[in-house]
């Protein structure tokens, strides 16, 4: 089992780009989050879904798109690259949310807007 | 060692001690707690976890106690390893039930061999 993946690793985009995170799981957990790291600070929820076709918007979610149309994937659309979208973006997973057990994390994108 | 939560994100502590890492939370709503560690360039990784209608939960070289009347949260690291040098979060339901978690700012362990 892969777990939970994500690509890419690493990116620069310029202001104003476009791009989408992948983040995929096989791990068949209906849950899946997206949240961001800010360098020294800990993890801001930016979206989640509890089931294909299902998603709610978490802590920081102006600048952000997700989708969810499988088990499978999720990912997170940044339209109109801004500076202060510069942080590593760790997708997760899990069977509910919290109180249903733990969370588990992809290896991260580091994402940098010049 | 000991560190008094998010004042103090650093904790130094000597190969073969005990860790206590603490962190405060403000919501007396919580009712779920669960510790992470992150390993530099990594994703966080989960560690242990305590229900608000327990007090105390032993892993395997890890405890974590809850302390609802003063809303403190501890993970103590028994015999402190190398390996044991990450960032260490908390993080809470603020509302009962099944909610998404709020992750605290985290603490450093750097483990002095």
């Known amino acids: 089992n892969a777990g939970v993946t994500q690509t890419p690793k690493f990116r620069i985009l310029k202001i104003g780009q476009s791009m989408t995170l992948q983040c995929a799981q096989d791990?068949?957990?209906?849950?899946m989050y997206w949240y961001r790291q800010d360098p020294g600070m800990g993890l801001k929820l930016i979206y989640y879904?509890?089931?294909?076709?299902?998603?709610d918007k978490g802590e920081v979610p102006n600048g952000y798109n997700v989708s969810r149309s499988t088990t499978e994937d999720f990912p997170l659309r940044l339209e109109l690259a801004a500076p202060s979208q510069t942080s590593v973006y760790f997708c997760?997973?899990?069977?509910?949310?919290?109180?249903?057990?733990?969370?588990?994390f992809g290896p991260g994108t580091r994402l940098t807007v010049l | 060692g000991e560190s008094v939560g998010l004042h103090l994100p650093t904790l130094s502590v000597q190969e073969g001690d005990n860790s206590i890492i603490n962190c405060a939370y403000s919501?007396?709503?919580?009712?779920?707690f669960i510790w992470y560690k992150q390993e530099s360039g990594k994703g966080p990784q989960f560690i242990i976890d305590?229900?608000?209608?327990?007090d105390k939960r032993q892993g395997q070289r890890v405890t974590v106690l809850l302390n609802k009347t003063v809303k403190h949260l501890s993970l103590q690291i028994a015999a402190t390893q190398p390996g044991d040098s990450a960032v260490y979060f908390c993080?809470?339901?603020?509302?009962?039930?099944?909610?998404?978690?709020?992750f605290g700012k985290g603490t450093r362990l750097s483990v002095i061999a």
């Open positions: 997760a997973t899990g069977k509910g949310l919290a109180g249903v057990g733990e969370q588990f």
């Open positions: 791990m068949n957990h209906n849950y």
């Open positions: 879904s509890v089931g294909a076709g299902i998603t």
């Open positions: 919501n007396s709503a919580s009712d779920y």
């Open positions: 305590i229900r608000s209608n327990m």
């Open positions: 993080a809470e339901n603020t509302r009962p039930g099944n909610t998404p978690l709020v």
